[in-house]
């Protein structure tokens, strides 16, 4: 994924080596989160680098473990997840305001409603694009763990299971991230940071080394969950210059470049200290991407891919639970190995996400109600990924099935294979202006490349510095070139392969965070609504005795002001004999 926070930069950036209020470097972090999430982060990429494929094979054998003994978690968790935040927006709780003033939301509905538009694009829905819905259709990772028919109706099933993967599951996630962080920081004005979502639960051990704990596992997770983006982001690239012959076939050096160059771009970005400049960027980013979209819609079949929609997104709420506690279970080592692949994966790298975009929806939600919160973020974005993926991925398939094909291929073994890397630039070479439509849309993933590690830097920093909006300059060129180091690592580490694994693996003490988040947040909203109720039945008391006493006065004036006190307050009357 990725996204833009750019506007929880509420200022301009202050010189490097010094923070807002003038402090030395040292005096602007957290120390009890900020260097146990260095090291670690630094001492994987250590490893990773100079053990190249043995910690690729070290970080397969993890996922295939997480996946065989964790994978229906996973699957349970998620689904529970949905549950809590269709339950959160219905019921009463849904009232409640993320808010203790009476302003009113920040942003009008519109702004609101785009820039949750926005936070649902990314690296990852280009680099999916057209490839996942193929992928399912063409029976990846092997034939024997095929989950669809290779016919139309497998077409139908490939894509609705790619809006599994898009739909409602991750936004449920960020739904939980999301609206712990704005209760946390618009109603009970904390800093933003994760320790305070379960404070609730935890208690003083959230101030604690508990809460340093709970917050270094939000950096490390958050960084890695970035570094997963780039490094898809910079496979799609190096795929997209080589498909024009700018460049050979990729190797790992040339993907270290890629990524040295585009990190340096990010760098330009956080240097510069112009917010206005980046949030710019990332509308244009945004813009452009919509742009793309509508573009392959005109120019394809588009009739098809509107009945698509229609039909797919039917078939998607026909399927939804069915589909949502699905682990493969049947289907053996096989089915492990698709879940590893594909829905596994998915979970893992949106909770890994969960924090970056969490503070960024929950920023621009100040004012709205829990049931606005809910619903703008689980739709808005699940509707744009229907369409996307509809779009691009329909495209793909209607190609395979009543076109030229090209886009699954083959391997020496006779294994179908599809190169997630350049079916979106295959499937463009056959449209109006393909070199330059192809140009533009590797512009675009490097756009979201250096929105995502600007934006990711400086949320990452905020945690690391214990909830400080407006971090220094040096401690964000240094998350952000962590990022781009963990990238590289990973690609040295196994390319997609080591991608996926860290996403599975990583995610898994975070989701303990999100169980107690939930906990947390019910028994929040339970003594608010507590308060409410109470101040509704004393305004409605007090409403009824003025009621009375007036109705009475205008009956005959039997009852004085003495007649409507309070019992300790009214003086007592002489008896008559």
């Known amino acids: ?32 989160v900020f260097w146990p999430s260095l090291v670690l982060i630094l001492a994987f990429v250590a490893l990773a680098i100079i053990g190249g494929d043995t910690v690729g094979d070290a970080i397969g054998t993890v996922q295939n473990g997480i996946v065989s003994y964790f994978g229906w978690y996973y699957t349970a968790l998620i689904s529970a997840f949905v549950v809590f935040a269709v339950w959160m927006g219905l019921s009463h709780f849904g009232d409640i305001t993320l808010s203790n003033d009476d302003e009113g939301p920040e942003f009008g509905l519109g702004s609101w409603l785009t820039m949750l538009f926005g936070a649902g694009m990314g690296i990852g829905l280009v680099f999916w694009g057209v490839a996942e819905p193929l992928h399912h259709f063409a029976g990846i990772p092997n034939r024997a763990s095929r989950i669809v028919a290779g016919d139309e109706a497998g077409a139908q099933d490939s894509l609705v299971i790619t809006f599994l993967h898009w739909g409602l ?18 109603v009970r004005n904390r800093p933003i940071s994760i320790r305070w979502t379960v404070e609730p639960v935890l208690g003083k051990a959230a101030k604690g080394w508990l809460g340093d704990v709970v917050d270094v596992i939000a950096v490390v997770g958050t960084v890695f969950g970035i570094a997963t983006s780039l490094g898809l982001g910079v496979t799609q690239i190096a795929g997209g210059l080589a498909f024009l012959d700018i460049i050979s076939t990729p190797s790992n050096m040339v993907l270290v470049i890629i990524i040295g160059i585009v990190t340096g771009l990010a760098l330009f970005s956080v240097v510069s200290g112009v917010s206005k400049g980046i949030k710019w960027l990332s509308n244009i980013n945004m813009s452009m991407a919509v742009a793309l979209m509508l573009f392959i819609a005109i120019a394809g079949p588009t009739m098809f891919l509107l009945r698509e929609l229609i039909q797919a997104s039917g078939a998607y709420f026909q399927n939804l639970i069915a589909l949502s506690f699905r682990t493969s279970a049947l289907a053996g080592e096989q089915g492990i190995e698709w879940q590893g692949w594909w829905t596994a994966f998915y979970w893992g790298w949106w909770i890994s996400w969960a924090p970056f975009v969490g503070v960024f929806i929950a920023r621009i939600s100040k004012g709205r109600t829990v049931r606005e919160f809910v619903l703008g973020v689980l739709l808005i974005p699940t509707i744009f990924s229907f369409i996307w993926f509809t779009v691009l991925g329909g495209s793909g398939l209607y190609r395979e099935l009543f076109g030229s094909g090209g886009l699954v291929g083959t391997d020496a073994e006779g294994n179908a294979t599809v190169d997630e890397t350049n079916t979106l630039f295959v499937l463009l070479e056959n449209l109006p202006a393909a070199g330059l439509v192809i140009g533009v849309a590797i512009l675009i993933v490097i756009l979201f490349f250096v929105t995502s590690s600007d934006s990711g830097s400086l949320v990452v920093d905020m945690l690391a510095s214990g909830g400080d909006v407006d971090p220094p300059v040096w401690s964000r060129v240094l998350w952000a070139v962590l990022e781009g180091a963990v990238a590289v690592a990973l690609v040295l580490a196994g390319g997609l392969t080591a991608l996926r694994g860290v996403a599975i693996s990583i995610a898994l003490p975070f989701s303990v965070v999100m169980i107690v988040m939930c906990f947390a947040l019910v028994r929040q909203f339970r003594h608010e609504r507590h308060k409410t109720l109470q101040a509704e039945l004393r305004l409605r008391r007090e409403q009824f005795t003025a009621h009375v006493a007036q109705t009475l006065q205008e009956d005959g004036g039997l009852l004085t002001d003495d007649d409507t006190a309070p019992a300790a307050r009214r003086p007592r009357r002489r008896r008559r004999t």
């Open 169 to 186: 599951h991750p936004w449920a996630i960020y739904v939980v991230v999301g609206l712990a962080i704005a209760y946390a920081v618009h």
């Open 1 to 32: 994924m990725g996204t833009s926070p750019e506007t929880a930069r509420s200022t301009d950036t202050e010189p490097a080596g010094t923070s807002p209020a003038g402090e030395r470097w040292y005096q602007s972090i957290h120390p009890q």
